[in-house]
């Protein structure tokens, strides 16, 4: 439910219908990650896999603070993103 929500936000803002975002993400899940990754940010990306959590690990090359910025991409390639506090993976 908060999924389709989200598609039909992403439509009303995009000028798209919802069948068209679909029809996206469809299209994102056939390509594969490690592709995906170096078309976005780059061949020397600095991406990891997590094997346990199924993830794919880039810096965040927005990311300017302290810590470690990262964008996470799913399996179904959603992702999200997120900051590692400084001093965390002592």
Do not use: N, T
Not at 16 to 22: A, Q
Not at 56 to 61: A, F
């Amino acid at each position: 439910m908060q999924k389709e929500a989200e598609r039909q936000s992403y439509a009303d803002a995009s000028g798209r219908s919802v069948e068209e975002i679909r029809a996206l993400e469809d299209a994102l899940r056939e390509v594969p990650r490690e592709h995906l990754i170096e078309q976005l940010y780059g061949p020397d990306h600095g991406a990891f896999y997590d094997e346990c959590e199924d993830l794919w690990i880039v810096p965040d090359p927005k990311h300017r603070g302290p810590g470690f910025g990262f964008i996470a991409i799913r399996s179904d390639r959603s992702w999200f993103g997120g900051v590692v506090p400084p001093g965390a993976f002592q």
